[in-house]
């Protein structure tokens, strides 16, 4: 049986190619911004490793460093020290390797209102030097894809969020990235066109390209990911499989059934339910 083929009958691709080069590794990764005010250590010594084929999701409260890890290791952001690569490519030597590899969606998505869903897909196609007939096939394919067919032809100006979403979502794919990196691709949508974008996450994944996504929904991390990490404070505190981390904190606090991944994220970023209610109170773990 070849791999896509199995991966359509078992529905979740195995991380197969463990032991070769990984999809994404980082090691040390540091980010300092100055400003007037001095430096922000946003991202304080990072190592990663995601293998390809996984869905590897990237969590953490806000400010903790995902989208300035996502920009470095997309080649969008200086490193301010440590090493990244992708798909066995060094982002900071070879950038433009790097980002022929990956796709990216970023937190603000950088659409034009005034094209059409089609027009961005095959100008998109253009810019990664494919011919006329190869980036309008692409784009057909694609606006399929996110189910966006009916809708091609109008102006993004007239798109809901979601549709937006899902076009930026296209667009990262246009030229078969190997990694895919979604940098809160759910944000804002209504829970219907979430249930789109995981299905979409799910059917990429299935065609063998690695998805490392931030969330802020846990739920939606323990529905997709392999792997997680979760950042705070420019720091990584925990890595595993959802399963992994949740029997840790059973065991570790002796519960008497599985916590959620909520409470792995609340115990590992020293939050409580209440200070995350809105009390004004800091309890630490
Ligand atoms: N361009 C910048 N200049 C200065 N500081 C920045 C800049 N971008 C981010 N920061 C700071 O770096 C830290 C990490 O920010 P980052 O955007 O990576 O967090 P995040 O985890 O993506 O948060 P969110 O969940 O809100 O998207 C924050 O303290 C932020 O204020
Ligand atoms: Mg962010």
Known sequence: MDNVTRVIEEGRP?????????????????KHYRSRSGVIE?????????EAGEVFGFLGPNGAGKSTTVRMLTTLLSITSGTAHVAGVDVAREPDAARRRIGVALQEAGLDPRQTGRELLVLQGRLFAMSPREASARAEELLSLVELEEAADRRIKGYSGGMKRRLDL???????????????????????????????????????????????????ADQLCDRIAIIDDGRIVREGSPAQLKAELRERQALASDPTLDDVFLDATGRTRGRVAGDVQEVSA
């Open 42 to 50: 946003a991202v304080r010594g990072v190592d990663l490793r995601v």
């Open 14 to 30: 195995e991380p197969e190619r463990i032991g070769t080069t990984p999809a994404v590794q980082a090691e040390a990764l540091v």
């Open 170 to 220: 296209a667009s990262a794919l246009v030229h078969e990235p190997e990694v895919l990196f979604l940098d809160e691709p759910t944000t804002g949508l209504d829970p219907a066109s979430r249930l789109t974008v995981w299905e979409e996450m799910r059917r990429i994944n299935a065609r063998g390209t690695t998805v490392f996504l931030t969330t802020q929904y846990l739920e939606e």
